[in-house]
């Protein structure tokens, strides 16, 4: 089965911009693989950024954006906030069906 | 507003057979085409796909689960439901459910419903 890899960890200073990519061990991820982006805080249910590689969940701020960067599935948060702090993971459509998410990556705000 | 909640026992057995249902508010699960979904996510750690079933009945499974899952759909009750077998303390996680467009967009989910496999 594909591995999606994301980054581990990541720190951003406020008002900083900070790029999470997600990437497939399949080959080059590409808006086929209809990549979406969530945010989750301890003891939450996850929360839909961006669905379909760059296409904003109602409510989301414009500061989050997606795209494809290069082989890799990409989030961007511009303009980082302290509530910004959270664990963001990424899936990706495999075909045939399946969804695979990434192991997520925890942002640090400081 | 669509709303999704889980229900289910807390507690299961090693080797028994996990049972959850997720309870759709604000629309009818047979109406439109949409993707009922499970997702679980253990302690600590990362959000697992865990399978789909279409509005049609059709299901997908992670290959890495399918030999022990099955999601069936109850449209009487507006209920969709997961069932795992053979379960071991690996399945501890919070178990959670969402609806998905045919765009990929998961854009309902419930606030997930935690299953420990212990004796």
């Known amino acids: 089965q594909t591995v999606v890899t994301q980054e581990p960890s990541f720190s951003v200073s406020p008002g900083g911009t900070v790029t999470v990519t997600c990437g497939a061990s399949?080959?080059?991820?590409?808006?086929?693989?209809?990549p979406s982006w969530f945010q989750q805080t301890p003891g939450q249910a996850p929360r839909t950024l961006i669905y379909n590689t760059n296409t904003r969940s109602s409510g989301v701020p414009d500061r989050f954006s997606g795209s494809i960067l290069g082989n890799k599935a990409a989030l961007t948060i511009t303009g980082a906030q302290a509530d910004d702090e959270s664990d963001y993971y990424c899936v990706l459509y495999m075909g045939g069906g399946v969804w695979v998410f990434g192991g997520g990556t925890k942002l640090t705000v400081l | 507003q669509v709303q999704l909640q889980e229900s289910g026992p807390g507690l299961v057995k090693p080797s028994q057979t996990l049972s959850l249902t997720c309870t759709v508010s604000?629309?009818?699960?047979?109406?439109?085409?949409?993707?009922w979904s499970w997702i679980r996510q253990p302690a600590g750690k990362g959000l697992e796909w865990i399978g789909r079933?279409?509005?049609?009945?059709?299901?997908n499974y992670n290959p890495s689960l399918k030999s022990r899952v099955t999601i069936s759909v109850d449209t009487s009750k507006n209920q969709f439901s997961l069932k795992m077998s053979s379960v071991t303390a690996a399945d501890t996680a919070v178990y959670y459910c969402a609806r998905v467009t045919g765009g990929g967009y998961y854009d309902y989910w419930g606030q997930g419903t935690l299953v420990t496999v212990s004796s």
């Open positions: 079933m279409y509005t049609s009945g059709s299901t």
């Open positions: 604000g629309g009818s699960i047979s109406s439109g085409s949409y993707y």
């Open positions: 399949s080959g080059s991820v590409s808006t086929s693989y209809y």
